[in-house]
């Protein structure tokens, strides 16, 4: 392996090394305060590794929801990566055995920083991408082992760690409004999130921004590529 890629995509995935321990810890916490063994919080993210839906297990498991309801919850607060998947067709091209894991370890993180960044030059892309999901992985395992220790031997508050995933967001948002190329899909997300929160309310918005945003991009990313046809065409 490369010692080169491996530092590239160690310093990309910083921002999210960060974030990730300040919403893994308190999952960690929360699978304690919940009355499970400290062990399960690193099962649930080795096996699972699904952020919000481990949030959502949790609380599921403690109302003793069935396991079909945890089944279909956990698709339709995911279904997202569904879109996600489809954009990375061509990027995931050539990744030949890192493919299973990237397509098991793509969150709305790792999503972000593999489509804000391009493998260095003359260098495998498997290695590249896969290294960059696999420091994420390991990042989330190690702040909810964090939360799950320190949760078994000192009591601790719980009170306002939601945002900490939100808070996430918005850093990744900003590094990637530096490049002023994805600027426009920051606008059309910005502004899809927005409608759909209007027509729909807080709890139903989520399929409907997805769709609307994609819809919104084809359209743009058609106009583009028809507008530089006619510079083609004409020069």
Known sequence: MNRSIALRAFKITIPVLFGYLAIGIPFGLLVVKAGYPW???PVMSILMYAGAGQYMAIGLFSAGASLSTLLVTTLLVNIRHIIYGLSLINPFKG???WKPYLIFALTDETYALMTGCEPPPGSDPGSFYGLVALF???YWI???VIGAVVGTLIPFPLEGIDFALTALFVVLLMDQLQKRENRMSAVIGICCGIAALLAFGPGHMLIAALAMGIACLALFHGA??????RER???
């Open 39 to 41: 062990w399960l919080a």
């Open 95 to 97: 990744t030949g055995r």
């Open 136 to 138: 994420d992985h390991l």
């Open 142 to 144: 190690t702040g909810t």
């Open 224 to 229: 583009v590529s028809r507008g530089e046809s």
């Open 233 to 235: 065409a004409e020069s």
